[in-house]
């Protein structure tokens, strides 16, 4: 466990090279990635989401593809098409960008709902289906989304089941002041991405997936997970609220911030910090909420305080 701590801790100081001040999205986007998830980054231009999945990509030694999502995108030019080749007189198929281990979709929501479902089967089955022929996506699988706030022109809302499909929704923030002077300094002469170095090997990331599910978690907090979810559909703001994807979601997001941690089991505290980051994309809230101002994160942390938390008699830590 210590091994695997020191190689994310590599990981992060690497991405801090670049990154300044968003240690905890990146710790974060770890937790996805090691869990074998899919991360949507969310908020306004210019703040660095691009370039976190870049040096991300670019610490992890896989192969890294991007997809820039533009209005007149086709489902082809995502998963790719079946092209005939005249000398074997059949289809050959041309694998898009999305078969890749490390994949960036560029500002999803400015392409169409049509070419956005493209990404539904990959993200879920890891795999394509173009004509009729399944391809599997080699793992370990990862896609990290960035969008634009759907209030910004020329956006399209992403579909309920896409957001689903997205183990945590994370928003980077603007930085600091003196965060933002060190942007600066930092690229006064260069580039700060463009020399770093990958730190951790593919076959070291699956090793530290592998690891992540033998995390322990005990019964207790497994129905803790599910009385918060289960909740999430009784609140009075809420229309539709999590389903049980989003109870596995939580689970695996805990078992995964617990490894990154460096534990071997999960807490009560891991599963409250996490909820946010899991469950608020996927509530559809009421128009009542909308009109009094309340936000899916709001509702999440009023569920936290309504649900009973597991005592320690009733968990034993291995």
């Keep these: 466990m210590e091994h695997m701590n020191k190689q994310i ?19 974060l986007s770890i937790v996805a990635m090691l869990a074998g998830g899919h991360v949507l980054l969310e908020d306004v231009p210019g703040v660095g989401k691009t370039m976190m999945v870049r040096t991300l990509a670019k610490s992890v030694g896989t192969d890294f593809k991007r997809i820039q ?44 709902p049509k070419t956005q479902s493209a990404l ?5 089955e890891g795999s394509v289906t173009v004509d009729g022929e399944t391809v599997h996506i080699p793992k370990p699988f990862f896609v990290m989304a960035t969008q634009n706030p759907i209030e910004y022109e020329g956006t399209y809302p992403l579909p309920e089941a896409q957001l689903d499909r997205f183990l945590l929704k994370i928003k980077m923030g603007y930085p600091t002041f003196d965060e933002e002077v ?6 006064e002469h260069h580039e700060p991405i463009t020399s770093l170095q990958s730190v951790i090997t593919i076959d070291e990331l699956r ?77 559809i809230l009421k128009q009542e909420a909308r009109y009094e101002q309340i936000e899916a ?11 009973a938390v597991p005592t320690q008699k009733a968990m034993h830590y291995e």
């Design 182 to 187: 060190e942007v600066l300094r930092r690229a």
């Design 297 to 307: 994160e709001e509702i999440v942390q009023r569920v936290l305080t309504r649900v």
């Design 207 to 283: 090793e530290l997936q592998a690891q992540v599910k033998e995390v322990h978690i005990e019964d207790s907090i497994k129905a803790y997970i599910v009385d918060i979810v289960r909740n999430t559909r009784l609140d009075q703001y809420v229309y539709l609220g999590a389903s049980p994807r989003a109870s596995l979601a939580l689970m695996r997001a805990a078992q995964s911030y617990a490894f990154v941690q460096g534990r071997s089991f999960v807490t009560p505290d891991d599963v409250q910090y996490l909820a946010k980051f899991v469950l608020s994309h996927r509530l």
């Design 9 to 27: 801790e590599h990981v992060l100081t690497n991405i801090d090279q670049v990154m300044i001040g968003k240690r905890e999205v990146a710790t």
């Design 69 to 112: 999502f533009t209005p007149d995108l086709l489902p082809s030019d995502v998963v790719g098409v079946s092209i005939y080749n005249p000398k074997t007189l059949s289809f050959e198929f041309r694998e898009g960008p999305i078969v890749g281990h490390i994949v960036l979709a560029d500002e999803i929501n400015r392409t169409s």
């Design 120 to 124: 539904l089967e990959a993200m879920e």
